[in-house]
């Protein structure tokens, strides 16, 4: 609005007053009309530009006029055979549904085998090639692929033929109407010789027709006919084409669940291939726990294989320690309503990837109706939410689990058998993979959770005899009613007192030829004066560092109360260390073990042999390694540091 103000001003736009009065003007010259005068008018002289103008204009005026010339010319003018126009499709009712389209025209190579038709084969090629169903969308009327193939399939099932060529096809989903007149007589003189159990080596295409004729149940007696026959074609022609294993499963387990097929039929060994689900799967859904190792040391966080403790010797073991073990994992966890078959295999999940007969041209319609099926254990159809729905087993994903019931077993079998390394299984990474799932956290939490796999491996040690070395277990196969062995009965020892005085003269006599006298070189003022200095000496102040570092070395520490809280094995430990062995302790966290030992002018590995020694005494194992503390006993250590 404010730009055309302005360009009213521009213009020098009237005033109210000056408009009212120009029209009361132009009203009276309407009213009473003047005749204009003739004024002699200046012949204007065109200049340069306006003469160029009508020139160009001249010019692009002739040359279009050449060129619609040409055109209608053209239009009459006939230059060879003209090609007829198509003939227009009739118009679509799409509101009421009815259709007036033809058959679908695929582009399908002409036949170059022009001998005689041989039983009209050709004549019903054609026909079928016309034969279509369409449907309507609420929008427009399109093609049903697979009504058209049943159609078009059910015309031509009794087809047989003797074609004496075999043409290549490389669709990849074959239908009629995309093979031209050669294929189609391939195709249906293969499949003459394979009605009939002769399956000759052809092109893959040519195979995979035949599949979704008898998945739609075309050329068959009834369901189980057809899936007889597809179980051949599978076990005929999978030598020449090795991909039906991929389909030919999923199809025959899909025609099951929407067929009923009855009783008399035998399953074929095809559902079976591609099914990597092992046997030990199968044996721990049946609580079959014997043998395990390997299965669970593949879906374990911890590399059992790679452990210095498990050899050809103690593999045995391990296995039976770990068949106890999940037997009384499995009634603890059945107590609190948690399978571990779940936890350490998987469970039945929805595959969201699946639809019926995926990759094939099949009209559900035609088959009986979708039921439940069990396919195995591990496999199943049902419904969900009124749906056709697959359930396929899927793997667990708790792997610290499994890793931490290998390392337990193995820790009970390492203090058991008296190996000098031992490990501490770590609960923590299994509880945090647990944490979203509210029932198996609370049975993994519970306290009593990992003595069950404690007190079942020493339950199986105690049984096959199984102790630790240096220490006696009472055996619970013990026979009470057997007298026990009677103690050695030492005779008593008896001393001659009389020949102690000859035995003493005689050690005399043989000490005094060992000692050999060296003469007495120094000066006798040298030794006054060093006599003199011994003399002057005060032998208290002397001995009291003496005394006082030598009572600090072997001194017992009395923190009976301090380590109250530490295991029964710690404990003892803790008790038996001196100040000097805390200190050395400390000083091989920090990596001075060494350095701390020269500096008190003792051998390191005496004093790590020593403190090896009580600690197998009292944990079973030692404690340090190649002068540094061993990584699982790390944190015992420094809490017997912090506590002293």
Same mark, same amino acid.
């Given at each position: 609005m404010?730009?055309?103000?302005r360009?009213?001003?521009?213009?020098k736009?009237?005033?109210?007053?000056?408009i009212?009065q120009?029209?009361?003007?132009?009203?009276?010259?309407?009213s009473h009309?003047?005749?204009p005068?003739?004024e002699?008018q200046?012949i204007?002289?065109p200049?340069?530009?306006?003469?160029?103008?009508?020139?160009?204009?001249?010019?692009?005026d002739?040359?279009?006029?050449?060129?619609?010339e040409?055109v $209608?010319?053209?239009?009459?003018e006939s230059?060879? *055979?003209k090609i007829?126009?198509?003939?227009?499709?009739?118009?679509?009712?799409?509101?009421?549904?009815?259709?007036?389209? $033809?058959?679908?025209?695929?582009?399908?190579?002409?036949?170059?085998n *022009?001998?005689p038709?041989?039983?009209?084969?050709?004549?019903?090629?054609?026909?079928m090639?016309?034969?279509?169903q369409t449907?309507?969308?609420?929008?427009m009327?399109?093609?049903?692929a697979?009504?058209t193939f049943?159609?078009?399939?059910?015309y031509?099932s009794?087809?047989?033929?003797?074609?004496g060529?075999?043409?290549f096809?490389?669709i990849?989903?074959?239908i009629?109407?995309?093979?031209?007149?050669?294929?189609?007589?391939?195709y249906f003189?293969w499949?003459t010789?394979?009605?009939i159990?002769?399956?000759?080596k052809?092109?893959k295409?040519?195979?995979?027709?035949?599949?979704? *004729?008898l998945?739609?149940?075309?050329?068959? @007696?009834s369901a189980?006919d057809?899936?007889n026959r597809?179980?051949?074609?599978w076990e005929?022609?999978?030598?020449f084409c090795p991909?039906?294993d991929?389909?030919?499963?999923r199809w025959?387990?899909d025609?099951r669940?929407?067929?009923?097929?009855?009783?008399?039929f035998t399953l074929?060994?095809?559902?079976?291939v591609?099914?990597d689900i092992?046997?030990?799967?199968?044996?721990?859904?049946?609580?079959r726990?014997?043998?395990?190792?390997e299965?669970?040391a593949?879906?374990?966080?911890?590399n059992i $294989?790679?452990?210095?403790?498990?050899?050809?010797?103690?593999q045995?073991?391990?296995?039976?320690?770990?068949?106890?073990a999940?037997a009384?994992?499995?009634?603890?966890?059945s107590?609190?309503g948690?399978s @571990?078959f779940?936890?350490i295999c998987?469970?039945?999940?929805?595959?969201h990837t699946w639809?019926?007969?995926?990759g094939?041209y099949?009209?559900l319609? $035609?088959?009986?109706?979708?039921?439940?099926l069990k396919?195995s254990?591990?496999?199943?159809?049902c419904?969900?939410r009124?749906q056709p729905? @697959?359930?396929?087993?899927e793997?667990?994903?708790y792997r610290?689990?499994?890793?931490?019931v290998l390392k337990s077993?193995?820790?009970?079998l390492r203090k058991?058998?008296?190996f000098r390394?031992?490990?501490?299984?770590n609960?923590t990474?299994v @509880?945090e993979d647990m944490?979203?799932?509210?029932?198996?956290?609370?049975?993994v939490?519970?306290p009593?959770?990992p003595?069950t796999?404690?007190?079942?491996?020493e339950k199986?040690c105690?049984?096959?005899?199984?102790?630790?070395?240096?220490?006696?277990k009472k055996?619970?196969?013990y026979?009470f009613d057997?007298?026990?062995?009677?103690?050695?009965v030492?005779?008593?020892?008896?001393?001659?007192?009389?020949?102690?005085?000859?035995?003493?003269?005689?050690?005399?006599?043989?000490?005094?030829?060992?000692?050999?006298?060296?003469?007495?070189t120094?000066p006798r003022?040298?030794i006054?004066?060093?006599?003199?200095?011994i003399?002057e000496?005060s032998?208290?102040?002397?001995t009291?560092?003496f005394?006082?570092n030598?009572?600090?070395y072997?001194?017992?520490m009395?923190?009976s109360?301090a380590?109250?809280?530490?295991p029964?094995?710690w404990?003892?430990?803790?008790?038996g260390?001196?100040?000097?062995?805390?200190s050395?302790l400390g000083a091989?966290?920090r990596?001075?073990?060494?350095e701390y030992?020269?500096?008190r002018?003792?051998?390191? *590995?005496t004093?790590?042999?020593?403190?090896?020694d009580?600690?197998?005494e009292?944990?079973g194992?030692?404690?340090?390694?190649?002068g540094v503390?061993i990584?699982?006993y790390?944190?015992?250590?420094e809490?017997?540091?912090?506590l002293?």
């Amino acid at each position: 609005m404010s730009d055309k103000f302005r360009l009213m001003m521009d213009n020098k736009a009237k005033t109210k007053e000056e408009i009212a009065q120009e029209l009361r003007r132009m009203i009276e010259l309407k009213s009473h009309p003047v005749e204009p005068r003739e004024e002699p008018q200046e012949i204007a002289t065109p200049d340069r530009e306006d003469i160029a103008a009508a020139v160009r204009k001249s010019v692009q005026d002739r040359i279009s006029s050449i060129v619609r010339e040409a055109v $209608r010319t053209a239009k009459e003018e006939s230059y060879g *055979e003209k090609i007829p126009p198509r003939e227009p499709r009739d118009c679509v009712d799409y509101l009421g549904g009815s259709s007036a389209l $033809r058959a679908d025209e695929l582009a399908y190579a002409a036949s170059e085998n *022009e001998e005689p038709d041989d039983g009209g084969i050709r004549a019903r090629i054609a026909e079928m090639r016309r034969l279509s169903q369409t449907f309507y969308n609420g929008y427009m009327l399109r093609q049903c692929a697979e009504e058209t193939f049943v159609k078009q399939g059910e015309y031509v099932s009794d087809v047989t033929d003797d074609f004496g060529r075999n043409c290549f096809c490389g669709i990849e989903r074959p239908i009629y109407g995309a093979l031209s007149t050669d294929q189609l007589r391939t195709y249906f003189t293969w499949r003459t010789q394979a009605r009939i159990g002769v399956f000759n080596k052809v092109d893959k295409p040519y195979v995979i027709l035949y599949c979704f *004729e008898l998945l739609n149940r075309i050329g068959v @007696l009834s369901a189980a006919d057809a899936y007889n026959r597809l179980s051949g074609v599978w076990e005929g022609c999978r030598v020449f084409c090795p991909s039906l294993d991929k389909v030919i499963p999923r199809w025959l387990k899909d025609f099951r669940a929407y067929n009923d097929l009855g009783d008399n039929f035998t399953l074929s060994s095809a559902e079976s291939v591609g099914d990597d689900i092992s046997g030990d799967i199968s044996d721990l859904l049946e609580k079959r726990y014997s043998g395990k190792l390997e299965y669970l040391a593949q879906r374990s966080s911890y590399n059992i $294989r790679g452990s210095i403790f498990l050899t050809e010797e103690t593999q045995p073991l391990v296995e039976g320690a770990l068949e106890a073990a999940l037997a009384a994992l499995d009634g603890y966890l059945s107590e609190k309503g948690v399978s @571990l078959f779940g936890i350490i295999c998987g469970r039945l999940w929805k595959d969201h990837t699946w639809t019926p007969f995926a990759g094939a041209y099949v009209d559900l319609d $035609r088959m009986d109706g979708f039921h439940s099926l069990k396919i195995s254990p591990l496999e199943q159809y049902c419904v969900k939410r009124g749906q056709p729905c @697959l359930e396929e087993f899927e793997q667990s994903p708790y792997r610290n689990f499994i890793g931490w019931v290998l390392k337990s077993v193995e820790a009970v079998l390492r203090k058991r058998t008296g190996f000098r390394y031992g490990i501490n299984p770590n609960i923590t990474p299994v @509880l945090e993979d647990m944490t979203n799932r509210e029932k198996i956290f609370a049975a993994v939490s519970a306290p009593e959770f990992p003595e069950t796999v404690t007190r079942a491996v020493e339950k199986w040690c105690d049984e096959h005899g199984i102790f630790p070395p240096k220490k006696e277990k009472k055996r619970r196969g013990y026979n009470f009613d057997e007298a026990p062995e009677k103690a050695a009965v030492h005779a008593p020892v008896e001393i001659d007192v009389s020949k102690l005085a000859k035995i003493r003269r005689e050690a005399d006599e043989t000490t005094r030829k060992l000692i050999v006298e060296e003469p007495d070189t120094l000066p006798r003022d040298i030794i006054t004066d060093r006599v003199a200095e011994i003399e002057e000496d005060s032998f208290e102040e002397q001995t009291a560092d003496f005394a006082e570092n030598y009572s600090e070395y072997n001194s017992g520490m009395d923190n009976s109360g301090a380590f109250a809280e530490l295991p029964e094995g710690w404990r003892g430990f803790a008790q038996g260390l001196s100040a000097e062995d805390i200190s050395l302790l400390g000083a091989l966290i920090r990596g001075e073990g060494t350095e701390y030992c020269r500096s008190r002018n003792v051998m390191p *590995e005496t004093q790590y042999d020593r403190i090896n020694d009580m600690a197998m005494e009292n944990i079973g194992d030692i404690l340090i390694e190649n002068g540094v503390i061993i990584e699982d006993y790390l944190p015992d250590v420094e809490r017997i540091i912090s506590l002293a």
